[in-house]
């Protein structure tokens, strides 16, 4: 089994290899066996066991001793639900993908980036719905994805070649981009109209139409699709909605922009 995970970066030390034991721990979506980590991870046997001794301890991962797996733990569930309300667009886009939903009848995805990849951060389904890979909380290719191609195309020159050196340019379908070269014609495309398209590149018979959300500066905050099928419609269809999309992500962005977090009640004072 091949794992994807965030990568490790010189100087990240021992905390940075922990944490990328974590993502393949969560990574396989199960219950996982010792051995099963053993087989994929890069460390010696000792070295795993320590990481995972550590991370169970620090209750980030839980151990069934009955069933001898690992599964992530309690306390990531603590700071999974404060990254959402913190750091995620999902609490301010809640109403504006309501109406949206409401409005296109398909399905309504809002995203981010995550170390060069796509992390789905809301859903709606549409009135209809259509088993497909995205659900929020999942990590997709940003190559191969409408969400994906609509950030990559509005990142800063220097930001878009280390995105690009991080893609897996593993072909999903016919219609998958598989090289760094032919997705920049495509990017230049989206950056000129302002909305992308995935065209069955990431699943057979599943397309899209994406716009980035972005702040008034132009910096990526995020990326909002609604996405169908063939058999239901079309990218020319789809194609219309674009400007319906684009008032919504700029509504979003300008939310975001002015978000303030509520005041704690807590007083930090001495005394009584």
């Not at 992530?72 to 959402?84: C, K, S």
């Not at 990142?155 to 998958?176: C, I, M, N, V, Y």
């Not at 500066?217 to 063939?230: D, E, I, K, N, P």
Request: net charge neutral; charged share 20%.
């Amino acid at each position: 089994m091949t794992v994807e995970t965030a990568q490790t970066t010189a100087g990240d030390g021992t905390v940075g290899k922990a944490l990328e034991v974590l993502d393949r721990v969560a990574s396989y979506g199960r219950p996982v066996r010792f051995s099963e980590l053993l087989a994929d991870a890069p460390y010696p046997k000792a070295t795993l066991y320590r990481f995972l001794q550590t991370l169970t301890n620090q209750r980030m991962l839980a151990y069934d001793p009955d069933r001898g797996t690992y599964v992530p733990g309690i306390r990531l569930v603590r700071l999974a639900h404060a990254a959402w309300a913190q750091s995620s667009l999902a609490p301010i886009a809640r109403t504006h993908l309501d109406q949206l939903s409401a409005s296109v009848g398909e399905t309504v995805h809002l995203a981010q980036f995550d170390h060069a990849q796509v992390l789905y951060v809301d859903k709606r389904n549409a009135r209809q719905p259509v088993e497909m890979f995205s659900q929020a909380g999942k990590v997709g290719p940003a190559y191969c994805t409408g969400v994906g191609k609509v950030m990559l195309a509005h990142l800063p020159g220097d930001e878009l070649d280390r995105a690009l050196k991080q893609q897996s340019w593993h072909r999903f379908t016919e219609h998958t981009f598989c090289d760094a070269e032919t997705l920049r014609v495509e990017l230049t495309a989206i950056r000129a109209r302002g909305y992308g398209f995935d065209n069955e590149e990431h699943e057979p018979g599943i397309i899209c139409v994406a716009v980035p959300v972005l702040t008034a500066g132009g910096r990526v905050l995020g990326a909002l699709s609604v996405t169908s099928t063939t058999a239901r419609t079309d990218i020319a269809r789809l194609g219309e909605l674009a400007p319906q999309l684009t008032t919504t992500a700029r509504n979003i962005a300008q939310e975001a922009q002015t978000w303030a977090f509520p005041q704690s009640d807590t007083r930090h004072q001495g005394g009584a």
